[in-house]
């Protein structure tokens, strides 16, 4: 069975363009969750979805970055403008619960803003 | 508040001795799951183990242990006799309905 997906893999943009990242959870998981993790702040929650319903984005650092899951398979995270300091790996993890108790996670997604 | 505290930034062995990482965990919940993961150099997040709160038994798997200890709020993480291929960064987390705390990470480097 394949895992998380995620793509790209690897991004470098420049400052101002918008950036949208994405992800594929496992069949039959309906959570998924976008985590950030930088040297400074280490691995942060930005957002939680159950049954593609946006439940927590308390973790989403301001209003440049959105979410959305327009259905069970495909969810994006989208940066604009894009700015250096949201230079991180981003993952996308899925869980077959509500309460997260075994989150898969993606490759990540390396994102530099230059 | 949900907090997780690994201590240790880095930790330098040779193959072949054992490894402790500490992790110091705070939360007023009295039903909870602890988790580590280990990022090997490649970057993936791989989950090792999960227990929860009225499970204090210890565990072993292969060279891995944990020993769990509520009365310390400690949940830490042994490798035995380790290898190179252990290098990596472990992280020990706590989970709080949906939401998984991280501590910083511990960098292990394992020389030959």
């Known amino acids: 069975d394949a895992g998380v997906i995620q793509s790209p893999r690897h991004e470098v943009t420049e400052m101002g363009q918008e950036v949208t990242l994405r992800c594929k959870p496992i069949?039959?998981?309906?959570?998924l969750f976008w985590y950030r993790q930088t040297m400074m702040r280490g691995l942060e929650l930005l957002i939680y979805?159950?049954?593609?319903?946006?439940?927590?984005d308390s973790g989403m650092p301001e209003d440049r970055f959105s979410a959305k899951m327009p259905n069970a398979s495909f969810s994006t995270l989208k940066i604009q403008p894009s700015e250096p300091r949201d230079s991180a790996v981003y993952f996308c993890?899925?869980?077959?619960?509500?309460?997260?108790?075994?989150?898969?996670f993606g490759p990540g997604t390396r994102l530099t803003v230059t | 508040a949900q907090k997780v505290t690994q201590a240790q930034t880095e930790i330098s062995v040779v193959e072949k001795e054992d490894v402790t990482l500490d992790c110091v965990y705070e939360?007023?919940?009295?039903?909870?799951?602890l988790f580590w993961y280990k990022q090997p150099p490649s970057g993936e997040l791989v989950f090792l183990i999960r227990?929860?709160?009225?499970?204090?038994q210890n565990e072993i798997s292969g060279r891995y242990s944990w020993n769990f200890q509520k009365s310390t709020s400690s949940f830490n993480f042994t490798i035995t006799a380790s290898q190179v291929v252990d290098s990596a960064v472990y992280f020990c987390?706590?989970?709080?309905?949906?939401?998984?705390?991280f501590g910083a990470g511990t960098t292990v480097t394992v020389r030959a």
């Open positions: 227990r929860n709160s009225f499970d204090e």
């Open positions: 069949s039959g998981h309906n959570s």
């Open positions: 993890a899925s869980s077959p619960g509500t309460r997260a108790l075994e989150q898969y």
């Open positions: 979805f159950n049954n593609n319903v946006p439940i927590d």
């Open positions: 939360t007023r919940d009295t039903t909870y799951y």
């Open positions: 987390a706590l989970l709080n309905d949906y939401k998984l705390s």
